[in-house]
């Protein structure tokens, strides 16, 4: 089934096309690919298959802190959804952390499949599941599950609806009905926690750390051998200045303590023009006060700034000038400095939820026998493609700005914590071969999104918002969408790989990393303070010790799995990259 989906996508020559840049050396090239998508489904059958009953004990594997909350035995897994030859018998577990299947007897394992070191197999952590679906066959009856909800009917079914486009069923046939229907109402409790120190991570941390001190007292290395900047700290920012070679812009502490604003990081790039007096006292007619924000340097002198809008009218004119003046004196050439504002054109994040869910009903609810026809059509009016082509598009002509015409970029979004986020990002990585790296990637992810403030938490729908549907919004999804289009253009580029981009996207709803658990620095900080409060960590510890971020990636792959990550046909940054020709100067093309 997912193969056919996957076939089905490569027959899509004049659904939608892109236009991206990439710069290597100062030259640009041009180049149109199609978009495709993978789709993993574990689909649904309705045929019983008569079993003789388990006998193995299966016992399934915990973290430190994972305890078990319910479990069934005699469970089928629905594999395959011609035959249920395929299908898996086995004990259904319901932890604080997962949902777990254990098959009786386990098919072997593929040799080319990554194997995680947190999740098994048929491991599903909760923060995962976008629903919970209870059957009931002889009775006809149906019910989506919340947390502490009651369910009338003994199910028969269970079906789980998942984040990353997957669904998965399980059968009671041969179970015991009361034990199914308690796994099923743990499982719908325990997916919608209420409050954030309730994810599993900040129980499963807090062991793990002590568990592990003994081993760190003696050789441990600055902040736990992590690669990647976190960008909570000046020297951080003082690379990348130099890195980049923006001499005329410096780092700014006037947001210690979040004493400006409560969404943007402790320490900024400002133009050294500017003084930290002008900045508090411009920084209250931003929206949450979010005052301009440096993000990178071209080599021609050209920055890339973004911020929030100016919530005074009134205020508008003056404080723009002082801003852009100030950018415009940190350019050598004083050029001039251009204004993008996103909110009037690009997609809004609802419209981003709105193309996601069709995408999502037509990859994995429908059935594909039934909507082969208009399968075409129908991902077309979903209107995602659209919007990819049209982040990529826009980026492409900031590229040109930035590159072709040495101008300065201000971008401009009412919040600054959205759509600058894909915009900042991909042109940076049109632009500079270092983001291209694996490492140069995870800095841009951290500091345009993460460190940024992008909200995570409410994006990602991690905790029971009932009332506050709008928040959710797959921009993180949308701009890995983006990425992996132009790997696909430029397949020597990028130093990481397409099974990178997956775990990656994978790790979203994995809540054991303090990366995309949260909406701004200040509450990961707070949060976090808490955390080493109630664990008994030592004051003064680094939070990257205590509770790391996502790019520690021994803690879910071994050494060897993590060469699946490394692209053999990556060039290096200091070769040019060069398809049907050289391009030697930037040429706008028509999209």
């Not at 009905?177 to 796994?183: C, I, M, Q, W």
């Not at 719908?188 to 592990?212: C, I, K, M, T, V």
């Not at 003084?275 to 340097?297: G, H, M």
């Amino acid at each position: 089934f997912a193969n056919r989906l996957h076939q089905a996508y490569h027959r899509l020559p004049h659904v939608i096309t892109v236009h991206a840049t990439l710069i290597h050396q100062n030259k640009v090239i041009p180049a149109v690919r199609m978009f495709n998508m993978v789709v993993s489904v574990e689909s649904q059958t309705d045929v019983k298959k008569p079993i003789e009953p388990p006998i193995k004990k299966l016992e399934p594997k915990l973290l430190q802190g994972e305890i078990v909350v319910n479990e069934v035995n005699f469970v089928r897994k629905c594999i395959s959804a011609e035959s249920s030859q395929d299908d898996l018998w086995g004990k259904l577990i319901c932890t604080n952390f997962k949902v777990s299947f254990i098959p009786q007897d386990a098919p072997p394992k593929q040799k080319s499949k990554l194997s995680h070191l947190l999740l098994g197999e048929h491991d599903i952590p909760l923060t995962c599941l976008e629903q919970v679906v209870t059957v009931n066959d002889t009775k006809g009856k149906k019910k989506v599950l919340g947390s502490n909800q009651k369910l009338k009917f003994n199910p028969t079914e269970l079906i789980l609806y998942c984040k990353d486009l997957r669904i998965i069923r399980f059968c009671f046939d041969e179970a015991g009905p009361e034990s199914a229907k308690k796994v099923c109402l743990a499982i719908a409790h325990y997916s919608h926690p209420a409050d954030l120190q309730l994810l599993f991570g900040f129980e499963y941390q807090g062991r793990r750390y002590h568990e592990s001190k003994g081993g760190r007292v003696n050789g441990s290395t600055p902040r736990g051998g992590l690669r990647t900047p976190i960008f909570d700290r000046p020297s951080d920012w003082d690379w990348e200045i130099k890195r980049t070679g923006a001499s005329e812009w410096r780092v700014c502490s006037i947001n210690e303590s979040y004493a400006i604003s409560t969404s943007l990081p402790e320490y900024i790039v400002v133009p050294v023009s500017l003084a930290d007096q002008d900045l508090k006292r411009y920084s209250i007619f931003f929206t949450d006060q979010r005052i301009p924000l440096w993000c990178w340097n071209h080599p021609n002198g050209s920055a890339l700034v973004r911020m929030a809008s100016i919530s005074d009218p009134l205020q508008q004119k003056k404080i723009d000038q002082k801003v852009f003046t100030a950018i415009t004196k940190s350019h050598p050439q004083r050029s001039e400095v251009i204004r993008s504002d996103l909110d009037k054109c690009l997609p809004n994040i609802q419209d981003i939820q709105n193309a996601f869910v069709k995408v999502r009903q037509i990859c994995v609810i429908d059935p594909f026998e039934e909507s082969e026809e208009r399968w075409l059509s129908s991902i077309e009016n979903s209107r995602w493609l659209e919007y990819v082509r049209a982040f990529l598009k826009h980026s492409a002509e900031i590229v040109y700005h930035l590159d072709g015409k040495n101008a300065s970029v201000v971008l401009q979004e009412e919040e600054d914590r959205d759509l600058n986020c894909v915009v900042s990002s991909l042109v940076q990585l049109m632009l500079d071969p270092h983001h291209r790296s694996l490492i140069g990637f995870q800095t841009l992810v951290q500091k345009e999104w993460v460190m940024a403030g992008h909200r995570f938490l409410d994006r990602c729908n991690h905790l029971k918002k009932n009332d506050k549907e709008e928040l959710k919004s797959p921009l993180f999804m949308l701009f890995l969408d983006c990425v992996w289009q132009m790997m696909n253009q430029y397949p020597a580029a990028f130093e990481f790989t397409e099974a990178y981009l997956t775990v990656l996207s994978d790790s979203m709803w994995i809540p054991l990393f303090s990366t995309f658990l949260f909406n701004s620095p200040k509450q990961r900080a707070q949060h976090l303070m808490d955390f080493a409060k109630n664990k008994a960590i030592p004051q003064g510890e680094d939070h990257v010790v205590y509770f790391p971020p996502v790019w520690d990636w021994s803690q879910q792959f071994s050494t060897k799995d993590q060469t699946l990550f490394n692209n053999p046909m990556y060039v290096g940054k200091g070769a040019a990259c060069v398809q049907n020709g050289e391009v030697k100067t930037f040429r706008r093309t028509k999209v």
